[in-house]
């Protein structure tokens, strides 16, 4: 355990909150301050002495009544101020135990390094203080030698990678730490609100880390207990892990000689308290990694090692574990220590030894003790070139990833979860790695500079892997299937969109148009501008359906006024009147769209929706009950499930026009429904139905339930519809129809 019992009268803290930029209104963060006064009442409320917290801060106007109100005596958070008080001022403290806490705006820059940026940042000219030489400044002489047993760091910054074009426009980090290290023994406990390449998220006005956190400070001194942080670390992993839906925002951990001065690291997922050893068998998976690095540190280990460490130090978030000489032993913690360190380390060890190849004990023994296989500096760059795709574009990769493996739960939504998926594809033993088949799969049928990017970015990782001819051909085939799909006929699209419009005269008939879309590629196939009848529609599209698309593959779409979402399109007939007679549902994905009541000042409510359904299920759907059918019901339940990628229901049919309405409105893509008169079936039945599979395989869920209920009548899935609208594939311009 680690547990402290501590005099909190002996405790100093430095508490920074930077929220105003020099830059445009849009670089300004709205929140550090009150969680940096949040995080100075708990430790006031512990005892520690109000004139022992140093308070800098660059408030928002809105927010400076509070802080003066809190700390009267709060200074700038101006790079000059961060200095002073971190270079010259911590000297002189009096303390036993110091807290730091830094709130606001971090980004990744060059060579991986974290940038925590100060008020003097321009959208041009991003300035900001080093966060991995903050943890060097703790082990020099800028503290008391003699004083200070241990210090806690908490950082609530993003650290998302820029884009390679921004690069430029970053300063190197300001490197707070001018001296040597003089105590490396001096315990560190570091909380970051995520990993390398991620966003620290936002909620309500507030850090959702910094608000977990004190969270379980508060829990972790009730009832005067002695603050133990493994505990207080592990109820922070418990929230986020409860709340899924954070875009894989993962806090992350360094301790250091907090037990008992015995050195513990653990950086990257969190996981649990620390407690016994290694088991027996990764023990031995540590130290044929520490053979096979002594073996390619070569004749000179010391010599060698100093330059993996100067190399590994511009990757890695923190200073090498000794101030002496390295052995391979520190080289090989001090890689388990960070996400992606293996890789770089034998990356790095590999590059000091080019005639020897690392061994097949030593891989099998990294993938064992570190999934991940890209190197620190080939995952930065996947995020940045990830990220600068829009989400259309990312769905996309993902589309290619499904294309070539099958289902698999790929979040297009955020470049860091999908960055994080794609690397977990299990490589296969010998063979290129299914995130570079991905890649190269994605890059042959899209255009454009972050497309070459990254099929420049796998060429290099395949080079580091000894792979380059595997890739090479695999570039090749994806480039000739690309070529093929390119110049095929319309039977090779895979989205047929119908757009039906409002019934005109008696027997309901209709006017309607049909494109066919790949991707962006959308072709005009019928325009019947006068109105037809049932009848003449379903044939007309039926022949349509048989020329341009493909059964079971291809998705179909209607495209319907609110009013006529009801309409069971899915179970208009194909081959009327012959033998293989079937239902249009059970040949296609089919679902229905409205763009109706789906205001523009309200689009990124519907976008922000549709970003949860890459990576969620059907059990995420919010269930709407009978009662709920007002407008004003329906959406005050959805506002209450903002995290929702949409909703189910099995509201009897006077209810379900509100219940349109209200989900429309409230930007709700996708919602399943009952089409009966009076549905029978209760939530459990319903979410039983739908199943446990990715949500993006919904429609094609659906198809599978229509065909089964055709040889049941009173199979429940014969009622379901399926509204799918997704916003980055709207329906093609209105085509001019010359009959009214």
């Known amino acids: 355990m680690t547990a402290v019992e501590h005099d909190w009268r002996r405790t100093h803290a430095?508490?920074?909150?930077?929220?105003?930029?020099?830059?445009?209104?849009?670089?300004?963060?709205?929140?550090?301050?009150?969680?940096?006064?949040?995080?100075?009442?708990?430790?006031?409320?512990?005892?520690?002495?109000?004139?022992?917290?140093?308070?800098?801060?660059?408030?928002?106007?809105?927010?400076?009544?509070?802080?003066?109100?809190?700390?009267?005596?709060?200074?700038?958070?101006?790079?000059?101020?961060?200095?002073?008080?971190?270079?010259?001022?911590?000297?002189?403290?009096?303390?036993?135990?110091?807290?730091?806490?830094w709130a606001g705006h971090g980004v990744q820059t060059q060579r991986g390094r974290w940038s925590l940026l100060?008020?003097?940042?321009?959208?041009?000219?991003?300035?900001?203080?080093?966060?991995?030489?903050?943890?060097?400044?703790?082990?020099?002489?800028?503290?008391?030698?003699?004083?200070?047993?241990?210090?806690?760091?908490?950082?609530?910054?993003?650290?998302?990678?820029?884009?390679?074009?921004?690069?430029?426009?970053?300063?190197?980090?300001?490197?707070?730490?001018?001296?040597?290290?003089?105590?490396?023994?001096?315990?560190i406990y570091w909380m970051r609100a995520c990993q390398a390449g991620a966003v620290a998220k936002q909620q309500q006005g507030t850090g959702r880390f910094t608000a977990a956190l004190l969270r379980q400070l508060h829990a972790a001194v009730a009832d005067g207990a002695d603050l133990d942080l493994d505990r207080v670390w592990q109820g922070v992993v418990e929230e986020f892990e409860r709340a899924g839906d954070a875009g894989r925002q993962r806090p992350t951990v360094y301790v250091s000689g907090w037990r008992e001065n015995v050195r513990v690291v653990r950086l990257g997922p969190p996981g649990p308290p620390p407690g016994p050893p290694l088991d027996p068998l990764l023990s031995r998976f540590r130290e044929t990694l520490v053979l096979e690095a002594s073996g390619l540190l070569g004749a000179d280990p010391a010599g060698s090692a100093a330059r993996v460490a100067a190399r590994l130090r511009m990757e890695f978030t923190d200073a090498p574990p000794a101030t002496g000489a390295l052995l391979a032993q520190e080289l090989v913690d001090w890689a388990l220590a960070h996400e992606h360190g293996l890789a770089t380390l034998f990356h790095a060890l590999a590059e000091q030894a080019p005639d020897q190849r690392i061994g097949a004990e030593a891989r099998e023994a990294c993938r064992r003790l570190q999934k991940q296989w890209l190197t620190c500096a080939e995952y930065t760059e996947l995020v940045a070139l990830l990220g600068r795709l829009d989400e259309p574009g990312r769905a996309?990769?993902?589309?290619?990833?499904?294309?070539?493996?099958?289902?698999?739960r790929l979040p297009a939504h955020d470049p860091v979860a999908l960055a994080d998926a794609l690397e977990e594809l299990v490589p296969r033993p010998h063979q290129l790695p299914q995130l570079l088949s991905t890649v190269e799969h994605f890059a042959a049928y899209s255009d454009g500079a972050v497309a070459a990017e990254l099929r420049v970015w796998a060429g290099a990782c395949a080079v580091r892997?000894?792979?380059?001819?595997?890739?090479?051909?695999?570039?090749?085939?994806?480039?000739?299937?690309?070529e093929r799909a390119r110049t095929a006929g319309p039977a090779e699209r895979r989205r047929i969109q119908i757009r039906l419009h409002p019934p005109h005269g008696p027997g309901q008939r209709r006017a309607y148009e049909v494109w066919a879309r790949r991707g962006d590629e959308v072709d005009a196939l019928a325009k019947v501008d006068t109105p037809a009848s049932p009848e003449e529609m379903q044939r007309g599209i039926d022949a349509l359906l048989a020329a341009h698309a493909r059964a079971t593959e291809t998705v179909v779409e209607f495209f319907v006024p609110s009013t006529d979402l009801e309409l069971d399109v899915h179970r208009w007939p194909l081959d009327a009147g012959k033998p293989q007679e079937r239902s249009l549902g059970t040949d296609f994905p089919v679902v229905l769209r409205c763009a109706e009541l789906r205001q523009p000042e309200r689009r990124h409510l519907w976008e922000r929706r549709w970003s949860r359904v890459a990576g969620a299920t059907p059990?995420?759907?919010?269930?709407?009950?009978?009662?709920?059918?007002?407008?004003?019901?329906?959406?005050?339940?959805?506002?209450?499930?903002?995290?929702?990628?949409?909703?189910?229901?099995?509201?009897?049919?006077?209810?379900?026009?509100?219940?349109?309405?209200?989900?429309?409105?409230?930007?709700?893509?996708?919602?399943?429904?009952?089409?009966?008169?009076?549905?029978?079936?209760?939530e459990q039945q319903l979410r039983t139905l739908l199943g446990t599979g990715p949500l993006e395989h919904l429609p094609q869920r659906l198809r599978k339930l229509r065909l089964e209920s055709d040889a049941d009548e009173s199979h429940p899935g014969r009622q379901l519809a399926l509204l799918w609208d997704d916003p980055h594939r709207p329906l093609p311009d209105r085509l001019d129809l010359s009959a009214p």
Not at 125 to 145: K, R, S
Not at 147 to 152: A, E, K, L, Q, Y
């Open 396 to 408: 996309d990769v993902v589309a290619a990833a499904h294309q070539q493996f099958g289902p698999a």
């Open 14 to 101: 430095v508490l920074v909150a930077v929220e105003r930029y020099n830059g445009s209104d849009g670089l300004n963060l709205d929140g550090p301050v009150h969680d940096a006064l949040a995080m100075r009442e708990w430790l006031t409320g512990q005892g520690v002495p109000a004139e022992n917290i140093q308070l800098l801060a660059s408030p928002l106007e809105h927010n400076r009544a509070a802080l003066e109100a809190a700390h009267p005596g709060y200074r700038p958070a101006e790079r000059a101020d961060v200095r002073q008080v971190f270079q010259d001022e911590l000297r002189s403290i009096d303390a036993d135990w110091l807290w730091v806490y």
């Open 465 to 482: 892997l000894g792979m380059k001819d595997v890739l090479l051909d695999h570039r090749a085939r994806a480039t000739a299937e690309a």
């Open 619 to 682: 059990g995420d759907l919010h269930w709407l009950p009978g009662h709920t059918h007002s407008f004003a019901q329906v959406r005050a339940a959805m506002e209450r499930q903002e995290t929702a990628p949409g909703a189910m229901t099995a509201s009897p049919a006077w209810t379900r026009s509100k219940i349109f309405t209200a989900c429309l409105f409230d930007g709700v893509p996708v919602l399943v429904w009952d089409t009966g008169t009076k549905p029978a079936l209760t």
């Open 118 to 187: 100060y008020p003097e940042t321009r959208d041009t000219d991003l300035q900001g203080a080093d966060a991995d030489g903050l943890i060097h400044l703790m082990h020099t002489e800028h503290l008391p030698w003699d004083g200070v047993d241990r210090v806690t760091v908490i950082i609530d910054a993003c650290r998302q990678a820029l884009d390679p074009g921004v690069h430029e426009l970053a300063d190197e980090p300001d490197d707070l730490a001018q001296t040597p290290q003089v105590d490396v023994e001096r315990p």
